[in-house]
């Protein structure tokens, strides 16, 4: 098994939910002594074992070439650079390609069928982009299972500029007919969908749950973390945080915005709000409440001493995967008060490891923060962080992912053997 090689493609290496997710199957691979490589089109980290997936001068000949396509409504369909990614060293040893988020003009996924004839490709599914003609979520619409007909919202994520979303579907159906893929799902609600798409007909489908490293997100003292990040010890701390405050409709913003203004006319006068992301020193003036602000944090060993500063942490998207954030925070102790969508509820038990807010319930949110901050006031507080830890340990690790992902990976080499 140390002799097999992997190599990942993503948008970015530990940054974004998806980036972050390849970004540590990758460490982790590499700490159980596995060849691990990554391609990305940005990077963050000074890793040497990520680099990014073309040189300058053929992302500048994508760019031109995305221009005539986005335009002709043709969403990533052809870019250069794919097809001298077959030619990369990293690719040419390789025994595995792992794919995650691939939408972004970075990674056209013409090339999949070339690509699976050489090597073992697992697709492992950051949102619901390659079952739909364009978006990656898409809402309540349900056009993905017959063909993204007549598409009603262009402008969702990632948007088009002509309703060609049928057309896209087709050309993704066409791609998979010819491709080999073994997908990958981290939530049940992901999977749900995966096996329903008609895209992913004959696609043999898994489920490996997200990995936390248990050893960087765990519990520390909250004095510490607070006086590190110069946060007030006499209030409860409520952590909201997004990759991005600027135009994230997903991420729910409004309805935190909502409970917070109702926390603050109820009367509550003990908390403050901290809230994380790029874009936080332009966002949220109009909150009544005292706000503490801090931008968008890429190492993960700070990320744990924010983790561990709040009291809880909420998570209002009203899509979602798999998130990240739920399953860290509670990886150091801290609960979270999040929507029931997607997979959140394979990341947390209600009433139990946090609190499962109805979908788009403001007002179910907010009892949510109450009933937590009523938790920690009658001294629950220290029984709830446990139990949030021991689940990570039981069902989130970090190990656990990888060893999902190595017996994965051992399982297709065998077949190709024994063919």
Known sequence: MNSLSVLHISTA???????????????????????????????????????FIHKRWLKLIDRFVSVITDGLGLQYLYLPSSNRLLQHPW????????????HGNYFSHAVLPAMSQKKKIVWRLSDMWPMTGHCAYSASCDKWKTGCRNCADLNTYPSIRWNSAA?????????????????????????????????????????????????????????????ILNIPDDKKIILFMVNSFDNNPRKGIEFFMDSMKSLWKAGRRDFRVLLVGNGVFKWGHDLPCPVLRRDFVKEDELLSIVYNAADFNVHAAILENMPNSIIEAMSCGTP?????????????????????????????????IQWLIEMDLNDQAPIFSEKCRKTVLEKFSLERQTKGFLNLYQRLLDQNVSS
Not at 342 to 365: I, N, P
Request: glycine fraction near 8%.
């Open 91 to 102: 690719f040419k040893q390789a025994q595995i390609i792992q794919l995650y988020n691939t």
């Open 336 to 368: 979270s008060v999040a929507f029931d969508t997607g997979g959140v509820k394979d990341a947390m038990d209600h009433r139990e490891t946090g609190y499962l807010a109805r979908f788009k319930d403001s007002e179910d949110l907010l009892k949510g």
């Open 167 to 227: 057309l896209l579907w087709k050309q993704k159906m066409n791609i998979y007919r010819r491709s080999k893929i073994h997908i990958v799902a981290p939530s049940s609600w992901i999977r749900g969908i995966a096996d329903e798409s008609p895209l992913f007909k004959g696609f043999e489908i898994s489920q490996i749950r997200n990995g936390v490293d248990t050893e960087i997100f765990k519990p520390l003292s909250k004095k510490w973390c607070r006086n």
């Open 13 to 51: 290496d530990n940054i974004g939910g998806s980036g972050r997710s390849a970004y540590k199957l990758h460490r982790g691979l590499r700490e159980m002594g596995i060849q691990s490589k990554m391609l990305v089109h940005t990077r963050i980290t000074s890793d040497t074992d990520v680099d």
